[in-house]
């Protein structure tokens, strides 16, 4: 079982920047990728960044430019630096642990960017 933790959303003015942190504690072998997921109000949930085991990195094409995602394994904890922050980046920002047959995910912290 592995359980997972976000924190560091907020408001923020468009152009702004925040970092969310994802904290994940419990079974931790075998992780093959920590990711961040979005849901907007009336919208499905979407991919926005992932980071693998090995240290690879993919993003949305939508944030691609303005996020980093990172990794702290001493801290057994991943990192979402947002950059030059869109209305459209509003949302519930959800991080997702993948770990053998399992995914788990945390339950959210909401980033709303005004414009």
């Known amino acids: 079982q592995v359980q997972v933790v976000e924190s560091g959303g907020g408001l923020v003015q468009a152009g702004g920047s925040l970092r969310l942190s994802c904290a994940a504690s419990?079974?931790?072998?075998?992780?093959?990728?920590i990711g961040w997921f979005r849901q907007a109000p009336g919208k499905q949930r979407e991919f926005v960044a992932v980071?693998?085991?090995?240290?690879?990195?993919n993003y949305a094409n939508s944030v691609k430019g303005r996020f980093t995602i990172s990794r702290d394994n001493a801290k057994n904890t991943v990192y979402l630096q947002m950059l030059s922050l869109k209305p459209e980046d509003t949302a519930v920002y959800y991080c997702?642990?993948?770990?053998?047959?399992?995914?788990?995910w945390g339950q959210g912290t909401q980033v709303t960017v005004s414009s």
């Open positions: 997702n642990v993948q770990r053998g047959a399992g995914t788990y």
């Open positions: 419990g079974s931790l072998f075998s992780i093959s990728g």
């Open positions: 980071i693998t085991s090995g240290g690879s990195t």
